[in-house]
């Protein structure tokens, strides 16, 4: 038998929009801990990218999202950590509740942040690969 790779693992993150503002979450946990990026996490098995991202949401952070819309998919490749996640952007717009991490082993912080303006320490590859796929998403 010989090594392999683990299988690529499939991911969903989504921006959320209130007031012009998108809302970030610093990630706390191995992967990526330290860093910023949106809410999300894994796509269950059945479930659609838009049941994700809103159960995500609601599990990591206590509110509700509407208008739930694909932005784009990035390969993004780990190798520090021998990981690799196919991500599915979305974008939505806040429902309600007022945002706070349900999770503190996982969000860290949180912070309304406008696209122009988001936090230094992004959780890379994927942020890089987001913006290469969609360079006018931040161009708003």
Same mark, same amino acid.
């Given at each position: 038998?010989?090594?392999?790779?683990?299988?690529?693992?499939?991911?969903?993150?989504?921006?959320?929009?209130?007031? &012009?503002?998108?809302?970030?979450?610093?990630?706390? &946990?191995?992967? &990526?801990?330290?860093?910023?990026?949106?809410?999300?996490?894994?796509?269950?098995?059945?479930?659609?990218?838009?049941?994700?991202?809103?159960?995500?949401?609601?599990?990591?952070?206590?509110?509700?999202?509407?208008?739930?819309?694909?932005?784009?998919?990035?390969?993004?490749?780990?190798?520090?950590?021998?990981?690799?996640?196919?991500?599915?952007?979305?974008?939505?717009?806040?429902?309600?509740?007022?945002?706070?991490?349900?999770?503190?082993?996982?969000?860290?912080?949180?912070?309304?942040?406008?696209?122009?303006?988001?936090?230094?320490?992004?959780?890379?590859?994927?942020?890089?690969?987001?913006?290469?796929?969609?360079?006018?998403?931040?161009?708003?």
């Amino acid at each position: 038998m010989t090594d392999q790779a683990p299988r690529p693992k499939v991911g969903a993150a989504v921006f959320i929009f209130k007031d &012009g503002k998108v809302l970030m979450n610093e990630r706390g &946990g191995a992967h &990526g801990g330290g860093t910023w990026s949106v809410p999300g996490g894994h796509l269950e098995f059945g479930e659609s990218w838009e049941e994700c991202v809103k159960r995500e949401t609601l599990e990591e952070v206590g509110i509700t999202i509407k208008n739930v819309k694909l932005l784009t998919v990035t390969n993004d490749v780990f190798h520090e950590t021998n990981k690799h996640y196919v991500t599915i952007w979305m974008t939505a717009d806040w429902d309600e509740g007022e945002p706070e991490s349900q999770e503190p082993e996982i969000v860290t912080d949180l912070a309304w942040r406008s696209l122009n303006d988001l936090p230094e320490k992004l959780f890379e590859p994927c942020w890089t690969n987001l913006r290469a796929a969609v360079p006018e998403f931040f161009a708003r």
